[in-house]
Nanobody, 126 residues
Framework: QVQLVESGGGLVQAGGSLRLSCAASGRTFSRYAMGWFRQAPGKERDFVAAISGNGGTTYYADSVKGRFTISRDNAKNLVYLQMNSLKPEDTAVYCC???????????????????WGQGTQVTVSS
């Protein structure tokens, strides 16, 4: 069982930056691929970024490529999402997710993940 807790959300002006963190419980964090998803009011949950268990593979949604960076620290059981050049359309609740996959694999579909955090609100003002 893995528990995930996000932090780092908040209100920021367009063009600003935020760094989200996701803290995971458990001793086998490096076996889990991690992903970030977001959901805006009235919209479906969308994939944002993913990273493999060993950190060797990353993948991004086209809408955030070049602006967001996903990373992880397996020694600290943490995964990060650095968000730069934020836009009002990035406003959403951001959730991290974890799933057991082979070391270099990432997943982009929400149903592939077994564990989810509660989410953290990111609001970007224009």
């Amino acid at each position: 069982q893995v528990q995930l807790v996000e932090s780092g959300g908040g209100l920021v002006q367009a063009g600003g930056s935020l760094r989200l963190s996701c803290a995971a419980s458990g001793r086998t964090f490096s076996r889990y691929a991690m992903g970030w998803f977001r959901q805006a009011p009235g919209k479906e949950r969308d994939f944002v970024a993913a990273i493999s268990g060993n950190g060797g593979t990353t993948y991004y949604a086209d809408s955030v490529k070049g602006r967001f960076t996903i990373s992880r620290d397996n020694a600290k059981n943490l995964v990060y999402l650095q968000m730069n050049s934020l836009k009002p359309e990035d406003t959403a609740v951001y959730c991290c997710a974890g799933g057991l996959f082979p070391p270099l694999r990432v997943a982009v579909r929400s149903w592939e993940y077994d564990y989810w955090g509660q989410g953290t609100q990111v609001t970007v003002s224009s």
